[in-house]
Nanobody, 119 residues
Framework: VQLVESGGGLVQAGGSLRLSCVAS????????MAWYRQAPGKQREFVADITSGGITNYADSVKGRFTISRDNTKNTVYLQMNSLKPEDTGVYYC??????????????WGQGTQVTVSS
C-alpha cells in the first residue's frame, strides 16, 4: 500500500492550501484516514482525522480553519487549510488504516508534503 500526498507549498499568512492524499495498492477497505504534521525540531502532532463514515475530529489549534474530507471512491483524503498561520508550517503526513485483501489491518503513512506559511 502506498500513500502519496500532494498540494503543499509556500503561502502567505491568511492564505489557503488544499492537501490531497491518495492510497493505492493491496486495499480491501480503508478505515480512518488522518493528517499529522511535524514542525522543525518538534514531534509529529495530530491535525485531523475522518472515519469511513465521515465523522471528523480536529486538533484544537486548527478547528474552524481546517476541514478534512474524503472520497471513498478514489481512496483519497483531503485537507482544506484556510486562514493559515506561520505556526502551521511543517511537513504534513497522511495516515490511513487499511484492511488488505487478506483481511489484515495495518496503518500506513505517506512520505509527507511541506507546507510553509510566511508572515
Amino acid at each position: 500500500v502506498q500513500l502519496v500526498e500532494s498540494g503543499g507549498g509556500l503561502v502567505q499568512a491568511g492564505g489557503s492550501l488544499r492537501l490531497s492524499c491518495v492510497a493505492s495498492g493491496n486495499i480491501f477497505s480503508i478505515n480512518a484516514m488522518a493528517w499529522y504534521r511535524q514542525a522543525p525540531g518538534k514531534q509529529r502532532e495530530f491535525v485531523a482525522d475522518i472515519t469511513s463514515g465521515g465523522i471528523t475530529n480536529y486538533a484544537d489549534s486548527v478547528k474552524g480553519r481546517f476541514t478534512i474530507s474524503r472520497d471513498n471512491t478514489k481512496n483519497t483524503v483531503y485537507l482544506q487549510m484556510n486562514s493559515l498561520k506561520p505556526e502551521d508550517t511543517g511537513v504534513y503526513y497522511c495516515k490511513a488504516g487499511v484492511t488488505n485483501i487478506a483481511r489484515s489491518r495495518l496503518d500506513y503513512w505517506g512520505q509527507g508534503t511541506q507546507v510553509t506559511v510566511s508572515s
